[in-house]
């Protein structure tokens, strides 16, 4: 079950390994075309569900989510129920809303967490170490998979046809979209007016900004805010962008809070983390990534771009990362055996 998309980019690779080993259902917020699941529903994120339908698996696997009740009603069922649970957190933040819902922590019989950072994380909230385990990051397993040669960026700048221009690529988080401005001090839009005096400022020609859309967000809302700006940036937006090819030929990539900056670091880009919350509220610094790549004031994020388009036009190193599947070889060892249990305790019934 996955009712986010950064939930979804890690559950789904688990499922692909079960199938053909188990009888597998899958409950999720993407439509998969996949064969052979023995029940499929695509859901809304907060969208309710019948529990019920998974009374014949023995064991849920499930994302997390800090908006959404689902994962943590399904985590109650099949305690109710008798069954196993275990979750995978994505990311770090907003840890305790996605296991504190009403006021009330409940927790899966077992949390993989991405990284150390991650089991700390959940530690703080109450969770005994036994019950954490720490697996990696099959979707992050694969990103560097995809990494471009120099030959094949400067292939890709020849298919955008930037000539002499740098591309920023600016990713979006939902913020703007899901009203939720006031809980983090900034959203999108802010953002963009920075950017674009930025870009006012090194000149119209020198430079395209890329919008990488959100899963959630439309693009006709991005559309609409650069009319208001008639100022003639050069600008598009990519939506259902499949893979990181074109993202690839970045000079920098913006973000906020996104698992999409270490994405980039990963794929040997340079990453700003621009979060102009102001006094009171506090920046998400939820992995290493963001806190070396953070920056709070126009100020900061205007001499960081400096620096990055006026100095050498070099790779940036990627992240040690373990072999391919790697991630999936520890989780799998865990779901193996939790369900081997079952049969025992099955068969001794």
Known sequence: MATQFGSFNLVYPILQVCLGKYAVGYIGIKDIDTKDLIYKKVVKGDEDIEYGIVNDFDLILTGTSPSSDVEYNMWRFARDSGKDSICILDMTKHCQERFYKNGELFLPDMIFVVDEEGKEAVSCIGV???????????????VCQFRLTNEEKEQVRGELKLGRKRLLTFCT?????????????????????????????RGFDNIRLRIRLHPKDESNMYEEFFKTMDDGIDFEIAAGEIGNRFFQASDAVIGMTSTILTEAHMLGLHVVSFQPAGKGINKHVHNSIIEKTLVTTIAGLYERLDAILDGPHVNVSSLPTDSRNDSLNKIMEVVDSRLRAISFKKRAA
Do not use: H, Q
Request: aromatic share 14%; hydrophobic share 35%; charged share 30%.
């Open 128 to 142: 005994a170490p036994d019950n954490i385990i720490v697996t990696g990051s099959p979707y992050l397993d694969a």
């Open 173 to 201: 988080e939902y913020i703007a979209a899901s009203g939720e401005k006031e809980l983090y001090g900034y959203d999108e839009f802010d953002i963009l007016r920075g950017l674009s005096k930025y870009i006012r400022k």
